[in-house]
């Protein structure tokens, strides 16, 4: 997996300081826990990219969105502070997309 950083310069009003997307083959996910194990994943590509150990990634919510996509929201955390949020979309049980967002 590939993450790449980018920090749009319109976002800061709205306190984002970057942008992380990582690039994956899809990914089946028929429960919870397949997806946590992506999660963690992702977390730890977040932790080299930005340099930062102890990362954690906790599960927020998920949202349906129409009848074919779930949007799952997880809280990035470093000493139990939060830095940042990460969104999982799948489409009809399969991952397509990670998206981070860190806070300024």
Same mark, same amino acid.
């Given at each position: 997996?590939?993450c $790449?950083?980018?920090?749009?310069?319109s *976002?800061?009003?709205?306190?984002?300081? +970057? &942008?992380? +997307?990582?690039?994956?083959? #899809?990914?089946? &996910? $028929?429960?919870?826990?397949?997806?946590? !194990? #992506? +999660?963690?994943?992702?977390?730890?590509?977040?932790?080299?990219?930005? =340099?930062?150990? =102890?990362?954690?990634?906790?599960?927020?919510?998920?949202? +349906?969105?129409?009848?074919? /996509?779930?949007? /799952?929201? /997880?809280?990035l *955390?470093?000493?139990?502070? /939060?830095?940042g !949020?990460? $969104?999982?979309?799948? *489409?009809n049980?399969k991952?397509?997309?990670?998206l981070?967002?860190?806070?300024?």
């Amino acid at each position: 997996m590939e993450c $790449r950083v980018s920090s749009p310069e319109s *976002l800061f009003p709205k306190g984002v300081r +970057a &942008v992380i +997307a990582c690039v994956h083959e #899809h990914k089946v &996910v $028929r429960s919870l826990e397949d997806l946590h !194990t #992506h +999660a963690v994943l992702v977390r730890d590509s977040l932790s080299e990219v930005l =340099g930062v150990k =102890g990362l954690e990634i906790v599960f927020s919510e998920n949202e +349906a969105i129409g009848l074919n /996509y779930i949007l /799952y929201s /997880y809280r990035l *955390l470093h000493g139990g502070r /939060y830095v940042g !949020t990460c $969104r999982f979309v799948t *489409l009809n049980n399969k991952l397509i997309k990670s998206l981070c967002t860190i806070s300024q």
